[in-house]
């Protein structure tokens, strides 16, 4: 017998994925300059000089048996201690390198923290909208996924309604910020909001409520917004983190869980991480990606692209009369589907070779998310087209 539980998940694609094989599909029909793919999060901006250079210069001067062995199974002790440095330079955090376990990208550093604190009847509390993949990770891993309505006003997080949703099964909050898919900073206040009610609720149900911190977008900030370090804000926090987006690595797999010190029982969850990427058939993280992240780890994204992209957008589409909150993170941005249905709009942009995600499986129907991780050119001859929708939706 089979799982009908993962047949189901391995059946259904995702929406993404679905509408970028589209757009593959599309452009050998009608030329790759004519399709207009806002779908998918890939980085458009070359990783810094120094992460190519490393690579080269790692596989041409270190020894070969090294560069490619088993490490341990966190990273080897040169990554944990650069990376370790750099949150410490930069947030005064206090981690020490046992803090780090590194994984193969946010993914499993996300699936490994659920899983460790997946007791039975466990609950997991998210915040829309959220990334659409936090469902199976969380559901597929032995928890129940428990949605905070989203704050459509400025997609921050609707306190009161999270708070109705916290009880004694209640394990984790899962936040994250910069925000995908709305590409909203949490602000220092939201935050200190969060770790006021979760501190009361940890009281009133009698067990810690830990704080999962998603961070895949930490270094994507525009308009001086700042992405404060969570656990100098609320201690019982796991950081996830990745390279993905920060340094365009998405296809590289490397990122890590940061348990820091002031979390509960932080050596017990650490090492429940340990115990839950095992399980999940973690041996090591790339060996290679990590060498390359440990010379790299103050490198920083060169932002400028993005930032163009994302005030072309919202200056023209805002001037169409589309409404969105002004994103100042990530690459995202979620606009209000003129006639109220995100799948209706997006079903009519696919028409015109547009394609752009409903928000139903980010848990807001009404709204779509553009990615602006495309090039200028893109957006540029986009633009007619989104007139030509907004206005046949008049
Ligand atoms: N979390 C969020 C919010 C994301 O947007 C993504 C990827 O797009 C991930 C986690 C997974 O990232 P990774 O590629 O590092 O597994």
Redesign the pocket.
């Known amino acids: 017998m089979i799982s009908q539980e993962m047949l189901a998940l391995g059946q259904s694609r995702s929406c993404i994925r679905e509408l970028f094989e589209y757009g593959m599909k599309q452009a050998a029909i009608v030329g790759k300059e004519n399709v207009f793919d806002f779908s998918i999060?890939n980085p458009s901006i070359p990783s810094p000089p120094l992460v190519n250079e490393s690579f080269l210069d790692i596989v041409r001067t270190e020894d070969s048996l090294d560069i490619h062995g088993y490490t341990s199974a966190a990273g080897y002790a040169g990554v944990r201690k650069a990376v370790a440095d750099d949150l410490n330079q930069r947030y005064d955090a206090h981690i020490r390198p046992e803090n780090l376990f590194f994984t193969c990208?946010?993914?499993p550093a996300?699936i490994a923290v659920v899983r460790a604190l997946a007791v039975k009847d466990a609950e997991i509390v998210g915040v829309a909208p959220f990334?659409a993949e936090y469902r199976p990770f969380i559901e597929g891993n032995g928890a129940k996924f428990v949605v905070t309505p989203p704050d459509m006003e400025y997609f921050q997080i609707r306190l009161d309604e999270m708070a109705a949703r916290i009880n004694e099964h209640t394990q984790a909050v899962l936040i994250?910020s910069p925000n995908?898919p709305s590409g909203v900073v949490y602000t220092k206040e939201t935050l200190e909001k969060l770790a006021n009610l979760l501190t009361k609720k940890s009281r009133e149900v009698g067990h810690p409520i830990y704080l999962i911190s998603?961070e895949?977008y930490r270094e994507l900030v525009y308009d001086g917004a700042v992405v404060s370090w969570v656990p100098s804000i609320y201690p019982n926090t796991a950081v996830c983190y990745?390279y993905?987006k920060s340094l365009s690595l998405?296809g590289e797999r490397i990122?890590y869980v940061c348990v820091p010190d002031g979390a509960a029982d932080s050596a017990e969850l650490y090492a429940a991480v340990a115990g839950a990427a095992r399980v999940l058939g973690h041996v090591c993280p790339p060996s290679l990606q990590q060498r390359v992240v440990a010379r790299c780890a103050a490198e920083r994204p060169d932002l400028a692209a993005y930032d163009k992209n994302r005030k072309a957008l919202y200056e023209a589409l805002t001037s169409y009369g589309y409404v969105c909150p002004k994103a100042n993170g990530a690459f995202y941005m979620f606009v209000k589907a003129p006639g109220g249905s995100s799948k209706a709009f997006s079903d009519r942009a696919k028409e015109k070779n547009v394609l752009i995600v409903p928000g139903n499986d980010f848990g807001c129907p009404e709204y779509f998310r553009l990615c602006t991780c495309v090039s200028y050119d893109t957006i540029q001859r986009s633009l007619p087209l989104f007139k030509e929708l907004i206005d046949s939706f008049q």
């Open positions: 999060g990208g946010a993914a996300l990334f994250n995908n998603d895949p990745s993905s998405p990122g």
